[in-house]
């Protein structure tokens, strides 16, 4: 199992992004995934999840109605749109499988005016 993290950048508070998890070696139908964000000196946190199974989805307190995640056409894509950044949101950000030890390579986020 491999997956790829993208779409990060250098944006102004307010901005947005989206950032794509690109997963090989299994079908996304029978998993759930979780985007995970890690700031400058602090430790790993749950952003959101996505089940394939039903997509069904979860935010942290800390990003809902600001964050969006979903399935995209590509069926082993699960995007993150990150609307309305603020300073606080900058962190590598990380998708991973429930159940599953790997993790991608992350892609960073930086928000600064």
Do not use: H, M
């Amino acid at each position: 199992v491999q997956l790829v993290e993208s779409g990060g950048g250098l944006v102004q508070p307010g901005d947005s992004l989206r950032l794509s998890c690109a997963v090989s070696g299994l079908d996304l139908n029978y998993y759930a995934i979780g985007w995970f964000r890690q700031a400058p000196g602090k430790e790993r946190e749950g952003v959101s999840c996505f089940n394939g199974r039903d997509g069904s989805t979860g935010y942290a307190n800390s990003v809902k109605d600001r964050f969006i995640v979903f399935r995209g056409n590509a069926k082993n894509t699960v995007y993150l749109q990150v609307n309305s950044l603020k300073p606080e949101d900058t962190a590598d950000y990380y998708c991973k499988l429930f159940g599953f030890a790997s993790w991608g390579q992350g892609t960073q986020v930086t928000v600064s005016s």
